[in-house]
């Protein structure tokens, strides 16, 4: 078994970019297997600069890792020129030796970020981040979509469907008051950035399978972009992505069987948050506390989305909602858990809440339901827990933590059942607490 998974229990934005970047160590590929660039991770280098990544994998940080975007991803070609020329503006190399694209993965087109934008603007509107994403995924589930195969082999065509879509589209929007573009010049752009990533496709799912499969078989880093609440099927549908989130989206999402999947690591963290609509059970409100939580807005570890900078909606731990996520995922006593921003826990004041269930129709229910419209009719049972004020973010040892810190991260473990392995203190590579609690 060679494939790992890292991926978000809750709605994105969990650290999961420091964990792959930290697991990145022990394996030799790193590869994305869902998602577009509507996804982000933040990356801190050694040197302490940040790197925002928004499709490419974080192991693109890493000397002698091989990157892989893969089938079930969703790629932009303007967008990911950007995001690599901003990584090699950081000093990184980016080549055919560290990155590889999927020819099967689907491309989004201009036509696609428009239908989002109309949409946004329409009473249909979901606070999508105006990507292009539903609107690629929906022409992928119709038969109707472009793969990235088409820029090498038939880039004129390619031409011709971008012009087209742009031009057939045009009334829409007209009515939706956008302001005319000239589309032969926006095909134009978007096919000179197409050929650019020319050079990084390839079959991926071959390449990663002949990977998994050689005498010194590779070990892969399946990195999760979004959330478990944010997949399409097992999220708070409506309010999700278009895509699978999951452990098992790691088999469709990078073409390798089921036999292949290893340790499946779920991130949450201590701080759940939400960017855009949707159910929020344990949403705080209180405008002091929110403040008290979102302290210094500056900072790289700040509760604004790394993609679209907006600022995020923060609530109590919910751990029914962690218990599905786990569930789904086939995360239980045998794989683990990594816990983020156990740093801002004192932010809450003397007392954390945590929510251990739910109360629904006079009854208790100990794991979330499976739809917006069904969080919309539980409320929160919570417990509460003594806090800290000690400043924690240097501490590396477990037993070296305050006493308060040590009972909370016990606390979950026990209702979970899950042990949590991995332990932020803070946003650098460094700040983090590594607990060997499988057996
Ligand atoms: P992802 O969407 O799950 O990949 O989330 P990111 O990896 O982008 O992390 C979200 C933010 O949380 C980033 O600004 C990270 O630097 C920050 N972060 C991650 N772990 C910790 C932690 O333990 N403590 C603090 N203070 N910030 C963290």
Not at 318 to 343: C, E, F, H, W, Y
Request: hydrophobic content about 40%; proline content about 5%.
């Amino acid at each position: 078994m060679s494939v790992d998974v890292i991926v978000g229990l809750q709605r994105g934005d969990e650290g999961k970019g420091r964990f792959v970047d930290m697991l990145t160590e022990t394996h030799d590929i790193v590869a994305r297997f869902n998602g577009g660039n509507n996804a982000g991770h933040t990356v801190v280098l050694p040197d302490g600069r940040d790197l925002a990544l928004h499709l490419v994998p974080s192991g693109i940080a890493h000397p002698d890792i091989m990157n892989v975007i893969g089938n079930g991803t969703l790629v932009n070609p303007i967008k990911l020129v950007e995001e690599i020329d901003d990584i090699r503006a950081k000093g990184i190399e980016v080549s055919r030796k560290n990155l590889m694209l999927s020819s099967a993965a689907h491309l989004i087109l201009p036509h696609h970020i428009y239908d989002d934008q109309i949409r946004e603007l329409s009473k249909g509107r979901q606070g999508s981040t105006k990507a292009g994403i539903a609107q690629v995924a929906s022409d992928k589930a119709m038969r109707a979509g472009i793969r990235v195969e088409l820029i090498s082999d038939d880039p004129e065509g390619l031409l011709g469907i971008v012009f087209e879509g742009l031009m057939a589209q045009r009334p829409l929007r007209e009515e939706a008051g956008l302001e005319p573009i000239d589309e032969a010049a926006v095909a134009k752009d978007y096919i000179e950035h197409a050929k650019r990533v020319c050079e990084f496709v390839t079959d991926t799912v071959l390449y990663l399978n002949q990977q998994l499969r050689a005498d010194e078989p590779a070990r892969v880093l399946a990195e999760g972009a979004q959330a478990f609440w944010l997949d399409v099927d097992h999220g708070m549908y409506p309010f999700t992505t278009s895509s699978s989130t999951t452990s098992g989206g790691v088999c469709t999402g990078l073409g390798v069987a089921p036999a292949f999947i290893g340790q499946v690591t779920g991130i949450a963290k201590a701080i759940p948050s939400h960017v855009g609509g949707g159910p929020f059970v344990t949403e705080i409100t209180d405008v002091e506390q929110l403040k008290r939580l979102h302290g210094d807005m500056t900072t790289i570890d700040a509760e604004k989305g790394t993609t679209t900078g907006r600022i995020r909606r923060l609530g109590h731990l919910d751990l029914p909602q962690i218990r599905r996520s786990q569930m789904v995922n086939g995360i239980d006593g045998q794989q683990d858990m990594a816990l983020t921003k156990l740093d801002w826990v004192h932010r809450y004041g003397d007392e954390v809440k945590i929510c251990v269930a739910y109360a629904l129709n006079g009854g208790r229910i100990e794991i979330a339901p499976d739809a917006a419209y069904k969080l919309e009719q539980v409320t929160p049972i919570y417990e509460s827990l003594p806090t800290w004020q000690e400043d924690i973010q240097e501490v590396r040892q477990f037993d070296d933590l305050p006493q308060a810190a040590q009972d909370y991260i016990t606390f979950i473990e026990g209702i979970t059942k899950v042990p949590i392995s991995l332990i932020g203190v803070g946003p650098r590579r460094d700040q983090v607490i590594v607990r060997d609690v499988l057996d």
